[in-house]
């Protein structure tokens, strides 16, 4: 008799590790599944990023192509902000930095003020005028004065170029 009563304690026992065991494997999938999880959404993320870089790589690369990167291009577009004032009827001085400004990753800045005199009407027509130029430019400041009937204006702007 001892001998099924043994082997019915036998058989719990062993029921009840078995039951421990898959257990712990029950806890190790739930975590591996919690993990794969996170790497599925992580994968998502690098498919958008790769699928951006593909949509905006060509822009970026056009944009880059449009800085100025020497002294010509640089001249040509001085050329054609002086252009730009003639052509709204304003006379115009320039005043640029010597040397061009880190802007970080291969991008640097020239500043540049201009300083022109005329109406109002003629200034907010050169303002408008010079954000048209295919030039990436950043406006730092502007400051117009009233003497007389005119309008004295000094641009501050940087000329972004490689």
């Known amino acids: 008799m001892v001998t099924p009563i043994l082997a019915a304690g036998m058989s719990f026992v062993l029921v009840i590790s078995g039951m421990q065991i898959v257990g712990k ?15 599925t959404v992580d994968l ?3 498919d958008g990023i790769l699928a951006d870089e593909q949509t905006y790589g060509a822009l970026i690369q056009k944009v880059t192509a449009t800085l100025p990167g020497d002294v010509h291009e ?46 109002y009407t003629a200034i907010r027509q050169f303002l408008t005028n010079l954000s048209h130029l295919p030039y990436h430019t950043s406006t730092d400041a502007i400051v117009l004065d009233g003497v007389g009937g005119n309008v004295i204006a000094t641009i501050t702007i940087r000329l972004f170029m490689q």
């Open 44 to 46: 998502r993320n690098l």
């Open 25 to 39: 494997e029950k806890q190790i999938v739930l975590s591996q599944k919690a993990e794969l999880q996170a790497l």
């Open 74 to 119: 640089v001249a040509s577009a001085v050329f054609a902000i002086e252009r730009t004032a003639r052509d709204s009827g304003l006379p115009v001085e320039l005043a640029i930095d010597e040397k061009p400004k880190s802007e970080g990753e291969g991008l640097e800045s020239l500043t540049m003020a201009i300083k022109t005199a005329g109406s």
